[in-house]
């Protein structure tokens, strides 16, 4: 409401989009400082929560940000994400996040996330939940099954090759360093040819 009265009585020197954009013109339109209280609500966010280091999931840029968890230290009570932010630490993104990262905490903490496997049986049009002993089995029956058909140990004109071209791995924007090191580690040691990263390793 405050905005709109404002807006409307302003004249055409300042856009709705500078206005919302900068603290200045904050300060000197309502009289006062707002940004000891946006501070201080930071605080409050973050008070008592145990702060993990993590990757923005969403693209190839990687921003660095830090979960804030509370109630993890505390009997009986579940952990739950209170607040993610941007690390300052990170030469990345050093602490800011674009609008897909700053709405990181709500995917976290949305109650349509995907917790299990869901599999969708050939010729089947619905995804029944499985469980992850199940499908971790179950793929790796599947990888050992392909491996075994498709598995190349020389080429037509009798080279050493020792290839599998019938199985392909595709990699996250946010694989670390370690991921791709075990990733590289398992693809090479079936074999595996076709290999995709949105980090283009
Ligand atoms: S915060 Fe934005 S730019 Fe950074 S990794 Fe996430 S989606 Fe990409």
């Not at 404002?6 to 856009?15: G, P, Q």
């Not at 145990?50 to 804030?68: L, R």
């Not at 109630?71 to 300052?88: H, L, S």
């Not at 903490?109 to 299990?116: E, F, I, K, N, S």
């Amino acid at each position: 409401m405050w905005n709109e009265i404002h807006l409307t009585n302003m004249d055409s020197e300042i856009s709705r989009r500078s206005f919302i954009g900068s603290s200045a013109a904050l300060i000197t339109s309502f009289g006062f400082d707002l940004r000891p209280a946006a501070a201080a609500s930071r605080e409050l966010k973050i008070s008592r929560t145990t702060q993990t280091q993590s990757v923005c999931p969403y693209c190839a840029v990687g921003c660095s940000v830090i979960i804030h968890t509370l109630g993890d230290k505390a009997k009986n009570v579940k952990p739950a994400v209170v607040y993610i932010e941007g690390d300052t630490a990170s030469p990345i993104n050093r602490g800011t996040l674009c609008p897909k990262g700053a709405s990181l905490k709500e995917f976290v903490a949305c109650d349509r996330r995907l917790t299990q496997p869901l599999y969708r049986a050939p010729g089947a049009t619905e995804w029944k939940p499985m469980k992850w002993e199940e499908a971790l089995t179950r793929m790796a029956r599947l990888i050992k099954d392909s491996r075994d058909r498709g598995f190349q140990a020389k080429d037509e004109q009798g080279r050493t090759v020792n290839r599998l071209t019938n199985v392909g791995m595709i990699g996250g924007c946010t694989d670390t360093n370690e991921v791709n090191y075990l990733l590289g580690k398992f693809r090479f040691g079936l074999g595996i040819v076709p290999y995709e990263n949105q980090a283009r390793l």
